[in-house]
């Protein structure tokens, strides 16, 4: 960290003020030369929901827990992966830093206003930082997990701050063509095809790899526009489904100034919870950061209210009264999906659905699976068919959970499936 030394930053003014000095000089220096210098980077700030795998609340969606348990659980997993953690003057700011070697270190300003929705905030080299949140602390720690925003949460954006650039990328997974004829050419069919991860008999792929585009139906996108009024154009391009079938927004760019222009900030939003800043003003940052975690809270919380699903009992004098609370979340699919290999895909212990579960077969293209979301460990339930889906949330299992599906099916399955408003 340029300005202040993790460990020295004591309260939230020097936490402020640090960052300050850190994300207008990396301004000044973009301006003045188009490049950073040596060890200068951007703001960013990874946003990480907390949720102890032992807190279950079968009651109501209020959280029990607070600073002492995300500092608990942060100092544990830090400790395996030889970092530390300190205390500042604010019950609700953290500092941290991983090392992997000297060259290597990760600090973080750990802000836990609430003790559920945590950010952390940094301003080091981002291979090192994205190691840690991404493929340490929320891969490996089962009480940590990225926020996931679907389309509709990312769209949402535009509600609160102005947006001047977007990102939609789409890897379709299931739309696999494997019986492929051979050519004129005479090169060979894909039982010999030099690529041993594909093999004429299965239809399974690693979550981490891509099917060879070869094999695609459909194309993957990337597409990614930054201009005063590219956010137009993505609607226009919505309006026209055929042009591009498969859009699905995985990033914006939002922007934020005074009234006089003269002190702004912008924010890159990806759709797995990294914020990036640019700019002269870290206050106007913040502020972004802060509505756009605002918001996720909120409709994290009102998923839990309505779609737990929990058992009521009332005692009367003789007998008693049963009810269940709750209901499905229901997804349905735009097209018909390949449900044998959905199931495959989305119940093998990886990224990004992290689930774990048994996979009963009802007919041939209807399963039930009694899952365990490897966030919270706690059981979640799904009928699951060629053309929709049902998720059972059951009261005490985290509603990032529901977030996160949508979120991965649109952007590897089908990004036209539709859901019940999050919001």
């Known amino acids: 960290?340029?300005?202040?030394?993790?460990?020295?930053?004591?309260?939230?003014?020097?936490?402020?003020?640090?960052?300050?000095?850190?994300?207008?000089?990396?301004?000044d220096?973009?301006?003045?030369l188009w490049h950073f210098e040596r060890g200068q980077n951007l703001p960013k700030s990874y946003l990480v929901e907390f949720h102890?795998?032992?807190?279950?609340?079968?009651?109501?969606?209020?959280?029990?827990?607070?600073?002492?348990?995300?500092?608990?659980?942060?100092?544990?997993?830090?400790?395996?992966?030889?970092?530390?953690?300190?205390?500042?003057?604010?019950?609700?700011?953290?500092?941290?830093?991983?090392?992997?070697?000297?060259?290597?270190?990760?600090?973080?300003?750990?802000?836990?206003?609430?003790?559920?929705?945590?950010?952390?905030?940094?301003?080091?080299?981002?291979?090192?930082?994205?190691?840690?949140?991404?493929?340490?602390?929320?891969?490996?720690?089962?009480?940590?997990?990225?926020?996931?925003?679907?389309?509709?949460?990312?769209?949402?954006?535009?509600?609160?701050?102005?947006i001047n650039g977007w990102q939609a990328q789409f890897r379709p997974m299931l739309d696999v063509d494997l019986m492929i004829e051979p050519d004129e050419s005479n090169e060979p069919t894909i039982d010999h095809a030099e690529d041993e991860s594909i093999q004429y008999e299965s239809t399974e792929f690693e979550s981490s790899d891509e099917p060879p585009a070869r094999l695609l139906h459909r194309p993957r996108l990337n597409i990614d526009l930054e201009y005063q009024y590219a956010f137009e154009t993505y609607k226009k391009l919505r309006e026209q489904p055929d042009l591009l079938p498969d859009m699905p927004l995985s990033a914006v760019l939002a922007e934020r100034s005074d009234e006089n222009a003269t002190s702004y900030a912008r924010a890159r939003i990806?759709?797995?919870?990294?914020?990036?800043?640019?700019?002269?003003?870290f206050g106007s940052y913040l502020q972004i950061v802060s509505g756009t975690l605002n918001d996720y809270a909120q409709v994290i919380q009102r998923l839990e209210s309505k779609y737990w699903i929990r058992v009521d009992m009332r005692h009367e004098r003789k007998s008693v009264a049963i009810s269940v609370i709750g209901e499905p979340f229901c997804i349905r699919f735009s097209h018909e999906v390949d449900v044998k290999r959905l199931v495959g895909f989305m119940f093998n212990c990886s990224r990004p659905f992290r689930l774990m579960g048994e996979v009963e077969a009802i007919e041939e293209d209807y399963f039930t699976v009694e899952a365990v979301d490897l966030h919270v460990n706690q059981p979640v339930g799904f009928e699951i068919a060629s053309t929709f889906m049902r998720i059972y949330l059951y009261a005490g299992t985290c509603g990032n959970t529901l977030v996160r599906i949508i979120r991965s099916l649109q952007h590897s399955i089908d990004s036209k499936l539709e859901h019940p408003p999050l919001a």
């Open 270 to 281: 990806t759709s797995d919870g990294k914020i990036t800043g640019r700019g002269p003003d």
């Open 1 to 27: 960290m340029d300005a202040v030394a993790v460990a020295d930053i004591k309260s939230r003014r020097d936490f402020h003020e640090s960052f300050q000095a850190a994300m207008s000089g990396a301004h």
């Open 52 to 162: 102890p795998v032992d807190s279950h609340n079968d009651n109501s969606t209020a959280h029990s827990w607070g600073t002492t348990e995300v500092y608990t659980a942060l100092k544990r997993a830090t400790k395996k992966y030889g970092g530390e953690i300190g205390k500042t003057q604010d019950d609700g700011l953290f500092w941290l830093r991983n090392s992997e070697g000297p060259e290597h270190e990760a600090d973080f300003v750990v802000d836990c206003l609430d003790p559920r929705f945590l950010v952390f905030h940094t301003l080091s080299n981002v291979e090192y930082t994205d190691r840690f949140i991404i493929n340490r602390l929320t891969q490996y720690q089962p009480e940590f997990d990225l926020f996931w925003f679907p389309v509709s949460l990312l769209e949402r954006t535009e509600t609160r701050e102005r």
């Open 29 to 32: 220096t973009l301006r003045a």
